[in-house]
């Protein structure tokens, strides 16, 4: 005798694989908030556009909030089936526009970054943020981690200066509790400059942790600050 075949089964292990490989792609250990300093992106041979608002203030700007794993890989674009919707972050878009303004050429609105960063990286972290969600929680962050006065409170200023990369990481974890990953760039004359801050935030988008992993970032011993 043919034993009946429950199809109430097969759809149950089907939904369950789709929970599995959801929740799988959508799982991860930490954020990096990173910020960047519009003076290192500007001073370079490729050179910057202000954006269509006009020139950002002279202070950290967002560049991400990134789903991270702890041996420092990473995943993306993990649902291509929630596009970046720019109506549901109507209420934040004058704070972005401060806070996380474009430098990239032609001059843009930002719209095309703030949507790179949400399909690449925020779509990533769905499982605990939507949209607005995870775009407030990086202004909340930026809110919350005045870099620029940390580093002016040591006397490390954005004057064209050069300042020891060491007492740049000392600043800053003496100003947050957490010890910071730096990444640097090169100037048009080749010189080493401080670029871009990391710093590590736990699953929820909101609590700063000390970094599992830091990102891999050439800097020399000493560093200058651009002025913006």
């Not at 202000?50 to 020139?55: L, M, N, R, S």
Request: net charge negative; aromatic share 12%; proline share 7%.
């Amino acid at each position: 005798m043919v034993p009946k075949f429950d199809s109430s089964v097969l759809i149950k292990l089907l939904l369950l694989q789709c929970v599995a490989v959801l929740s799988a792609a959508q799982d991860f250990d930490f954020f990096y908030f990173v910020q960047q300093w519009p003076g290192s992106y500007c001073d370079t041979k490729r050179s910057c556009c202000y954006p269509t608002t006009g020139k950002p203030p002279s202070d950290f700007g967002i560049h991400g909030l990134w789903p991270n794993y702890r041996d420092g890989s990473y995943p993306s674009n993990c649902d291509p089936s929630n596009p970046y919707d720019q109506s549901k972050i109507s209420d934040l878009i004058s704070r972005m526009q401060e806070n996380w303004a474009t430098l990239s050429c032609p001059s843009n609105s930002g719209s095309t970054f703030w949507s790179h960063e949400w399909e690449k990286h925020g779509t990533c972290s769905e499982s605990v943020l939507d949209q607005h969600g995870y775009f407030k929680a990086a202004l909340d962050l930026k809110s919350k981690l005045d870099l620029l006065q940390i580093l002016q409170s040591a006397g490390i200023n954005p004057d064209g200066g050069f300042y020891s990369l060491s007492s740049i990481r000392s600043a800053i974890r003496k100003g947050i509790g957490y010890t910071p990953g730096i990444e640097c760039n090169v100037d048009e004359e080749g010189n080493s400059q401080l670029y871009q801050i990391y710093v590590c935030v736990d699953t929820s988008g909101s609590e700063l942790i000390e970094c599992p992993v830091f990102p891999n970032g050439k800097c020399a011993s000493t560093i200058e600050f651009p002025s913006f």
